[in-house]
C-alpha cells in the first residue's frame, strides 16, 4: 500500500478473500431447551462498549458454569457489553428434598448449649427445618444439566454473532454510502484546485500593478511560488483519497474493525479542518465542512463497529 504522508497510518491485517461483513456490537438472542432435568432459558443482549464486558445472571444449579461460559463468549465475541440471563425451572417431581446432616449437627449442638442455660422446653421440628441451609433442594440433572447448558449457551451465542452480522451489513452499508460521499467531495476540491490557484495569482500580479514603485519580477515569481506552496492541500486530499480507501479495506477484512475505523475517522477529521485552514476559497470552506459533517456521521456509525 502507498503511503500518503507521515499522519497515515497502513494497518497490516489480512483482507478475506471473500468479502466479509464487520459485525455490530448491537445484538439479541434467545435460546429455549427442555430434557428429563426440567427446562432452560438462555437470554444474550449485547449493546456498544469499548472492550468486551460480560455479566451473568445464572441459576444457582449452574453458577460453577460462569467461568467456563466466559471464556466461550470471549472465543467468538472480540467487544460490546453482553448480559447473559439463564433461568431454570425444573420438572416437576425431578428433584427431592433432603436435610443437610451437618448443619443439622451443627445446629442441634448450639440449641443443645442455649437449652443447659436457659430451659426453653421442646424445640418445634419446623422452625428448625426453615433454618437456613438445613433443607436443600436436590434437583436431579447434574452433569446433563450442565452439559445442556453449555450446548444452549453456545447456540444462543452463534444466534447473537449472526444477528450482529446482520446488523453489520447494514452498518458496511451505511459506511460505503459516506464514503462515496465524502470521495465526491474530495473530488469537487481536486477539480477548484487549478482555478483557485490561478485566480490566487491573477489577484497578486493585480495588487502589484496598483502599487507605485518599481517591483522585481523574479522577486515576485518566488514570492508567489513560496504562497502557492503554503496554500498547497495537494497533499490533504492525497491524503483523504488514502484514508477512504483504507475504510472500505478494513470494512472488508476479516479482523474486528472498530477500533481501527475509530482511528480513521481521527485522522480523515484532521485533514479535512487542515484543508479549511489553508483553504482561500468560499466554495472549497464550505466543501471542507461538509466534509467533517459527513464524516462526523461516519464515526457515529463507527461506534457500534466490533
Known amino acids: 500500500m502507498l503511503s500518503f504522508g507521515v499522519r497515515f497510518i497502513a494497518f497490516q491485517g489480512a483482507v478475506g478473500v471473500a468479502f466479509t461483513m464487520i459485525a455490530s456490537m448491537t445484538g439479541f438472542a434467545r435460546r429455549e431447551a427442555s430434557g428429563p432435568w426440567g427446562t432452560l ?27 467456563e461460559l466466559r471464556q466461550r463468549l470471549a472465543r467468538d465475541i472480540r467487544r460490546g457489553k453482553v448480559d447473559c440471563t439463564i433461568t431454570y425451572r425444573a420438572a416437576q417431581g425431578a428433584g427431592s428434598l433432603e436435610v443437610d446432616p451437618q448443619v443439622l449437627e451443627r445446629l442441634t449442638a448450639r440449641l443443645d448449649d442455649l437449652e443447659r442455660v436457659i430451659p426453653v422446653g421442646s424445640v ?13 433442594d436436590v434437583t436431579a440433572g447434574g452433569e446433563e444439566l450442565l452439559g445442556a447448558a453449555r450446548a444452549l449457551f ?16 447494514k452498518l458496511r452499508e451505511v459506511l460505503e454510502q459516506r464514503c462515496g460521499g465524502l470521495e ?7 477539480a477548484r484546485l487549478p482555478e483557485i490557484q490561478a485566480r490566487l495569482t491573477n489577484r497578486m500580479r493585480e495588487r502589484v500593478k496598483e502599487l507605485a514603485s518599481a517591483v522585481d519580477q523574479e522577486r515576485l515569481e518566488q514570492e508567489i511560488a513560496l504562497l502557492l506552496q503554503r496554500l498547497d492541500v495537494d497533499e490533504e486530499i492525497e491524503r483523504l483519497t488514502g484514508h477512504i480507501s483504507e475504510v472500505r479495506r478494513v470494512v472488508a477484512a476479516e479482523e474486528p474493525a472498530g477500533r481501527r475505523l475509530d482511528f480513521l475517522m481521527q485522522e480523515l477529521n484532521r485533514e479535512a479542518n487542515t484543508l479549511s485552514s489553508k483553504s482561500q476559497d468560499l466554495e472549497t470552506t464550505r466543501t471542507a465542512v461538509d466534509m467533517k459533517v459527513t464524516i462526523e456521521q461516519m464515526r457515529e456509525q463507527v461506534q457500534n463497529a466490533e
Do not use: I, Y
Request: charge should be neutral.
Open 41 to 67: 432459558v438462555c437470554e444474550l443482549r449485547s449493546v456498544n462498549h469499548r472492550f468486551l464486558e460480560a455479566g451473568f445472571r445464572l441459576p444457582e444449579e449452574l453458577r460453577s458454569l460462569e467461568g
Open 124 to 136: 418445634n421440628l419446623l422452625e428448625v427445618l426453615r433454618w437456613p441451609g438445613v433443607l436443600k
Open 154 to 169: 453456545d447456540g444462543a451465542t452463534e444466534e447473537l454473532k449472526a444477528a450482529r452480522a446482520r446488523e453489520g451489513q
Open 184 to 190: 465526491a467531495l474530495v473530488k469537487q476540491v481536486q
